[in-house]
Every structure is written in structure tokens, then in C-alpha cells.
């Protein structure tokens, strides 16, 4: 008998383990939850992805709630699949969980993970949960496949450099986070911290941003089926460090016009607002979960078109050339070579982590 | 630059990603290292599992050399691939580390990791490093292949219960670690803890049994490949518990013979010493990796041979029947219901975790 308040700890790790088997809805999988392993049945090539969400490093307990945080743990991993032109088919959950932890928290993160995988026709097909001694991990694994994967490596010399969306407004979401500004499970504010109701629009914007990220997940697939890229990856470390590591990948410069960038208004807004600037939180914030990629100028149009039937908003922001593997930024005052500053947990505590 | 000394904090989280990236050879995958997820080639179908090592909950990481530690981290992973028949082709490796770790430590996980995988040929294709607040923990996700999975649904009524290898060393070996007694990188005794050198030999055969433990990854196959099994699964939980598992699994219960336990005789000489008991240890002491079978008597001799092929131990222990989902042990008192101990981390602090 379980109810609201039952704990981890009560509950045990096996009641746990068949707890949240119960609710994994059977799939059409060979084989699915329950054994040493899921059996699938795949085409080939088969794309392979784990990333991981760390209580603390990337995010805290009061801030999120569990709901958008299992939306959010399988969001990671569809953003890299899509972003190297795959479809997502089968999750692997791997939790670790401190005892005291209660047993409707991880109803709700389930909640979450099992509605996201719906969307997305994703079927959770097997993992595990074993005791942390401390912090929260949720470990998404991610199978899917792809026709034409779709590299980091292959941009080419004249290539324009693209994203898609908004950038800053994850990172401006962290900040709202730490100033007090809260959203309920169903994504609605809930408070705004030390914010006035009429910065309302904004702050939700940033906080789903940050907390219920979405990816466009159907238009990175469909434009390397139609092959109208030369490289992609998705915005996860922020545009500076994403885009440094496209150059090391591709052995290229890039160049960018800060004037080009698509800053998300509502962070503009509130920086605004508040006396502060919007741009570094565009070029280094991070988890903007756009993507970032190498377009042959001659097919831009044609991406361009392909972005408006996903309705996404869509951009050339600068342009790949023969050079030293760096990033080069032209503002009102020249152009200068731009520091990688996306966020490094190792280093500092920063809102996020490098995630392949 | 870095030395022996370098800490993850000094290295950040990039470095210590292209520092991770430049040990792992190039593989005959499509995608590799690198880019947002792995692309390979697979044929159908496919097994996919997870399994992780939390500091404080599988290991102690004064206890437990790195390099064993990697070398463990892939091994219960390729167990569960080998319990339902498979080849383990690729693995995915997920690092939560702390920041004030040696880059040193990292450097032997990832030597016994690649020795590992080598051995087994494994190709390493992809991961995340993140950064913990306090624990490290390693997440494995290893993708492989079968033919014909093999089950933990399959037994029938009449099949023999049949185990691999020995029981309870491994569970002695923790204990022997809470002890004192210590095994070097290379696997061989470092500290006996509180016993003589009289006892080395069993220490070193349990103590290995719990930090580099070597399941029959080949004869699981085999047999598998051979349909000599209705049913299998590896017994990492304690085999209390996981034949109960199977039990429920294939709707039968299971009888089985107190002295027909194939107890490790180095458990059972140390005990002695102690004036212990050795068989709580082989029924509820987990991390044992051999296999639990369910066998048709008439195959059983098949089996046998082909085990001995491959040099692993093998014995019946008891059948299963038509009846309520439960074990029940048949000793010098009569015959009894076997209850579930298997250690379990949300309840106390065993020394292992539940494993899919």
C-alpha cells in the first residue's frame, strides 16, 4: 500500500523497480522491461546517445518540477538524435535515487518521461534504478535510427552558419530560477520571484526554455533526409562553444555578425529591464536546443522554406572559411576572435554541461 | 599540460571530454566518438541494456582500484547481454565526476574500461561527462546482439533450476573489503586486512569475485545459440532473489536443494575460520554473474558438456513446478519458503543494487 508520502527508502528497491514497471505501457518491442536486456528490432544504421541530468549541476530539486524534469531528461537526448538527422524509437532509463526521496516524486518524473515519449512515439523499453548516496541522476539512453547521420565534421568553406529559434532564453531561464521565479508541473508560472506580473510573457518563455525545452525535432530530420546541410549539432553548451567545436570538427573558421544573432526578445526584454545585456547570454548561455548548422548559401532558400513549414524560425548568422579552427565575432567594434565561454561544471557553476 | 596530480577542476569539462576522446581507439563504427550520438551498424535484433556503479553504494573508492572498477563497470553490462544470448558489440559510457578527482583516477578507469572492452571486443562509441556534487558514478549502456534472446519467462514446469560457477564470493568480498583486505590494480593481494597470509588464497578468489568479476560470457551464448535453456538470467541480485524473479517471470515456483548449492569453497574456508555461515552467502549474497537457468532434464547433459568446453562449473540445484510464484528451499529441516533477501539499497546498505 502505497500513498502520497511513501519513500524510496520504505518502499524497497525491488517494489520500486516493479512500481515503475507497472507503469512503462507494454510496447511492440522483441523484447521490452523485465529482462537482463531490451531486444529491438532495428534498420541500420543504428544511432546510439546517453546524457544525464544531475541534481545540483543541472538542476535543482525546488526549482524543477519532476514532471518537466522527465520531459526534459528524454528532451536532451531526442535533441541529439534529431540533430544528427535520426528518429528517436526506444528509451533507457537509468535512475539513482536517494532513499528519502518520495515515491510520488518519481511518479511524477515518470509522468513526464511517459508523456514526452508519447509525443515523440518513443517506446521505454528497459533501465534501472539503484540508491544514491546523495544528488539525484536521471541517465536517458537513446536508440534511434537515421538514413543519413548527419556530422559534426562535414562543413565546408563558403558554408553559411545557421541556427534555428531563439537564443539566451534557457540560459535568462536559470537566472529567473535562482531569482525566486517558479513554473507549476503543467508549465504555468506559478511565481515570478522578484519580478512584476507584467514581465509574465517573458519569464514563462525563459522558464520553459530552461525547464521544457523543445527541439525541432521534425524539422532537423527532415532537412538531412533532403540533405540540405553540410554539418548539424544541436545548441546544447551555448553558440560559442557549440560552433568552436563544429570548426575543431570540420577544421575550419567560422566567422558570426553579432548583429545576425536571433536573441530570444523576451531575454532582450528582461536584460532591458533590468540594466543588463543580452548578448552574452546568447552567445555562451547554453541548452537553447536549436540547431546549429553548415548550409550551402545556394540551398538556404530551400531550407529557409522547409524551416517555415515547421514553423521554425530560421537564420544565417555568418559563414565557415579556410582558416584556424576559431570563432570570430564581428560587432560595432571589428571583428575579434571570441572566447569560448560556455558554461564548464568543472570549472565553475554554471547552469549545465557539455553533452555530446 | 597535466600530471599525475591534475585535478578535474583544473582541466574543465572540454578538456577532459577531448582528453577522454583521445584515449578510445577509432573503431569500424559508421559514428563514433565525437558527434551528438554513436551510428552504427547493426544486425537484428538488437539488445540494449544500462547498468551504473554508484560511489558509497556498489563501491568504496578506497577500496576499489580504478582500473578493476572500469573493468567491472562494462562486465555487469556484458553479463546482462550474455544472459539473453547475445555478443556485446558496443558501449556507451556515462561519468558523473567530481571536480576535485585526480585526472589520474580517470585515466585508470579508462585502462581497465579499454582492456575490458578489448577483451570482449567492445568498440567505446560515445558518453557524457558531467559533474557530480559528491559521488562518481558510471553509467554503461552496452548495445549487442542475438539471434534468439533468451528469457527470464521461459521456464516450464519439470525444467531443472541450474547455476553457473560458484556462490557467495563475491558477497565475501565485500565484507573482506569492510575488513581491511585489498587487492592492487593488477588484481593481485595488496592488504589482507585482519586475517593471516594463511587465508591469501581465498581472499584474493573472493575479493576478485567482487572487484573484477568474469561471467561465462561465452558458454551464455553458446548455450543460447544451441537452445539448451528455456529460460536465463544472470545472478547479480542474490539468488533468493533472482530465481524468485524468474519465478514470478514464468509464473512457476522452484524448489531447490540446500545441498546441491555449489557454495565457493574459499567462502566456505573462510567462514570456517570465523565460525561463520557460508550458505546466507551463496543464497542471498549478490554479484555472483553466473547464470540461472531453467533446463530440460533431457538437455542437461548437453549442457554439462558443453560447459565443460568452456571450463565453467555447472550443477542442478532443484526444478521448477506448476504453483505460486515462489522459492522453496529443501534442507535438513524439511522443506521451506524461501524468503527474498537479496541485499536491497533502499531498505539498508548491501553491498549491491537491483540489476535489469
Not at 512515439?121 to 548516496?133: L, Q
Request: with cysteine; glycine share 12%.
Amino acid at each position: 500500500m502505497t500513498t502520497q508520502e511513501t519513500r524510496l527508502g520504505d518502499l524497497g528497491e525491488r517494489e520500486l523497480t516493479r512500481h515503475i514497471q507497472g507503469r512503462i505501457p507494454a510496447t511492440e518491442v522483441l523484447v521490452g522491461v523485465g529482462d537482463d536486456a531490451a531486444a529491438l528490432d532495428l534498420t541500420s544504421p543504428a544511432l546510439v546517445t546517453a546524457d544525464v541530468l544531475v541534481e545540483g549541476v543541472h538542476f535543482v530539486r525546488e526549482a524543477a518540477p519532476a514532471r518537466l524534469l522527465g520531459r526534459k531528461a528524454l528532451t536532451v537526448s531526442l535533441s541529439d538524435v534529431a540533430a544528427m538527422g535520426g528518429v528517436s524509437r526506444h528509451a533507457i532509463v537509468s535512475l539513482c535515487l536517494p532513499p528519502d526521496l518520495e515515491l510520488s516524486w518519481v511518479d511524477s518524473l515518470y509522468d513526464g518521461l511517459l508523456e514526452r515519449a508519447a509525443e515523440v512515439e518513443v517506446s521505454i523499453v528497459g533501465g534501472n534504478v539503484a540508491r544514491s548516496p546523495g544528488a539525484i541522476v536521471i541517465d536517458v539512453t537513446l536508440v534511434g535510427e537515421a538514413e543519413q547521420p548527419l556530422l559534426r565534421s562535414g562543413a565546408r568553406p563558403g558554408d553559411l552558419v545557421v541556427v534555428t529559434g531563439e537564443l539566451g532564453a534557457a540560459a535568462e531561464g536559470v537566472a529567473l530560477l535562482e531569482q525566486g521565479a517558479r513554473l507549476f508541473e503543467d508549465g504555468q508560472l506559478s511565481a515570478t520571484g522578484v519580478w512584476t506580473e507584467s514581465s509574465a510573457e517573458a519569464l514563462v518563455t525563459c522558464l520553459r526554455a530552461q525547464l521544457d525545452p523543445r527541439p525541432p525535432l521534425a524539422l532537423a530530420r527532415s532537412l538531412a533526409e533532403r540533405g540540405l546541410a553540410h554539418a548539424g549539432m544541436d545548441l546544447s553548451d551555448g553558440l560559442s562553444s557549440d560552433l568552436a567545436e563544429m570548426c575543431h570538427r570540420s577544421r575550419l573558421g567560422a566567422r558570426i555578425e553579432a548583429a545576425a544573432l536571433p536573441i530570444s526578445p523576451a531575454v532582450a526584454a528582461l536584460e532591458r529591464a533590468r540594466g543588463g545585456d543580452a548578448l552574452p547570454l546568447a552567445l555562451h548561455g547554453g541548452e537553447d536546443y536549436g540547431l546549429l548548422l553548415a548550409v550551402d548559401p545556394a540551398q538556404f532558400g530551400e531550407l529557409q522554406e522547409l524551416a517555415g513549414v515547421w514553423g521554425v524560425a530560421i537564420g544565417g548568422i555568418g559563414e565557415f572559411f579556410e582558416g584556424e579552427p576559431a570563432v570570430h565575432l564581428r560587432d560595432d567594434e571589428g571583428e575579434h576572435l571570441l572566447p569560448v565561454q560556455g558554461h564548464d561544471h568543472f570549472r565553475a557553476d554554471g547552469s549545465q554541461g557539455r553533452r555530446e
